[in-house]
């Protein structure tokens, strides 16, 4: 299989798919330009190659044209980072797409509009809400042939078919998977950005050195629990935390007080630690609480067992003993997978845990643990701790990476090498 160090682009055209899904605000500056910024040593490499680019992106989820997600409003940040000129092309496949593609000369680069501007990227026809269910039908069918001819055209402006677009990896879209199908296996291949996910991902998940710890917080035990159970295969140690310890805590007959919970997953959180304990998983749940009167960073505070929270209050980090518990568990790990902060981090008062997560992460790292920061709030943890560059490797997918954790195979990723 070709990668980008041993392709040469040199007089070649390549459509390359990246996710400049970036957020803006509402002047249209751009609010945190990573995701632009991990594009970039793949557009660079084919420019200095002598290859031309056509990069291809969504913008937001638009229901057909509309300036709100033009990708215009990022065409400056993209010179810059990129170094370069880059022509615009206001309709992804219309004929100024045509021409602008076809007059590329070697080390220049054209930026298309939003391709979810076209129904076609996803494949779902944009019905009316009372669409019947022989509209519905119709209208499948007759998107199944204009996504083709849609693929078939954006596949029609390259060579060759890059994709390094991690986030989107997970979806069947016209560009993120479909379009491989009109190049051969030499002409197609993962940018430095996808490459290096897959890398990671699978280090953690198949060349795993032990001990492997995950860590599991966030608000809820319903969104992680395939997650979760994919991983009591292959963890020594699980560290559940974060708004889903209430779910546990009341599960065992605790009282949680005005603690978050899921009562409708009781039986599902008994479900977690029978089978932890069935796989001889050292399931790890917190022993206690930093406690708040009320959801606010200025709330009053204290410190309660998990299972004895006072009516009023409810449990929104955690607490010291249950600090020291994760951080002894991680330091002695080997490998190590963070998704979702312990508690509610985004408030300073409550993002000490978090914090002492964090470094102790960093610590097994710096003793040679390999450390996979991922999924958008724990991102944003170790960022907000200026930590990011002490983890191993920090992902830069949400869902897809919590798809590939779970075991899925992605369609962005088997589309170019097979599986
Ligand atoms: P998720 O999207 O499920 O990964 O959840 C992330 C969110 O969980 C963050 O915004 C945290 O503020 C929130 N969170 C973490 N711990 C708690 C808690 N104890 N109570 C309520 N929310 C929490």
């Known amino acids: 299989m070709q990668t ?45 190659d002598g290859g031309s680019v056509i990069i291809g992106s969504h913008l937001g989820r638009p229901k057909g044209p509309t300036d709100k997600y033009s990708l215009k409003h990022i065409l400056p940040r993209v010179k810059e980072l990129l170094g370069a000129d880059v022509e615009f092309a206001n309709d992804c496949v219309g004929e100024e797409a045509v021409a602008k593609a076809a007059a590329l000369q070697p080390g220049q680069a054209l930026l298309l509009e939003n391709l979810r501007f076209y129904a076609e990227e996803e494949g779902k026809p944009r019905l009316a809400e009372d669409a019947t269910p022989e509209e ?54 993962f940018g430095y950005l ?4 897959i890398v990671a991902v699978e280090k953690v998940m198949n060349d795993t050195q032990r001990p492997f710890t995950a860590i599991m917080g966030g608000s809820k035990v319903s969104t992680k629990i395939d997650i979760i159970k994919n991983l009591l295969d292959k963890v020594d140690n699980l560290i559940l935390a974060g708004g889903m310890t209430y779910t546990f805590a009341k599960a065992d007959g605790g009282k949680i007080g005005n603690s978050i919970v899921e ?16 796989k001889g998983v050292n399931l790890v749940l917190a022993t206690d609480a930093k406690i708040a009167d009320s959801f606010s960073n200025d709330a009053k505070t204290d410190f309660a067992p998990v299972k004895d929270i006072p009516d009023g209050w409810e449990g929104l980090d ?20 963070w998704n979702g902060p312990v508690g509610v981090f985004e408030f300073d008062n409550f993002d000490h845990g978090s914090r002492a997560v964090s470094d102790a992460i960093v610590e097994a790292t710096q003793k040679g643990a390999f450390s996979l920061i991922g999924g958008g709030d724990s991102v944003a943890c170790v960022n907000k701790f200026g930590q990011a560059d002490e ?11 919590l798809e590939f954790i779970e075991g899925k195979v992605l369609p962005g990723i088997k589309a170019i090498r097979g599986y």
């Not at 632009?36 to 420019?47: C, F, N, Q, S, Y």
């Not at 996808?194 to 996910?197: A, D, S």
């Open 391 to 401: 983890m191993s490797y920090v992902s830069t997918g949400g869902g897809a990476l």
């Open 194 to 197: 996808l490459q290096n996910e």
């Open 136 to 189: 519905t039908a119709e209208a499948k069918k007759a998107m199944k042939e204009s996504q083709k001819e849609f693929t078939k055209k954006l596949a029609s402006y390259a060579d060759v078919y890059v994709n390094d677009a991690f986030g989107t990896a997970h979806r069947a879209h016209a560009s993120t998977a479909l379009i491989a199908d009109y190049f051969d296996e030499d002409h197609k291949l």
């Open 318 to 337: 955690i607490g010291p003993e249950s600090e020291k518990l994760f951080a002894d568990v991680i330091k002695n790990s080997k490998t190590i997978l």
């Open 263 to 278: 009562d409708d997953k009781l039986a599902l959180a008994q479900e977690i630690v029978e089978l932890a304990k069935e």
């Open 4 to 48: 980008m160090d041993s392709f040469n682009f040199a007089g070649k055209k390549a459509f390359v798919r990246v996710d400049f899904n970036v957020p803006l605000d509402e002047n249209f500056n751009i609010t945190d330009d990573t995701r632009i910024r991990a594009a970039v040593p793949t557009l660079k490499k084919i420019l200095k």
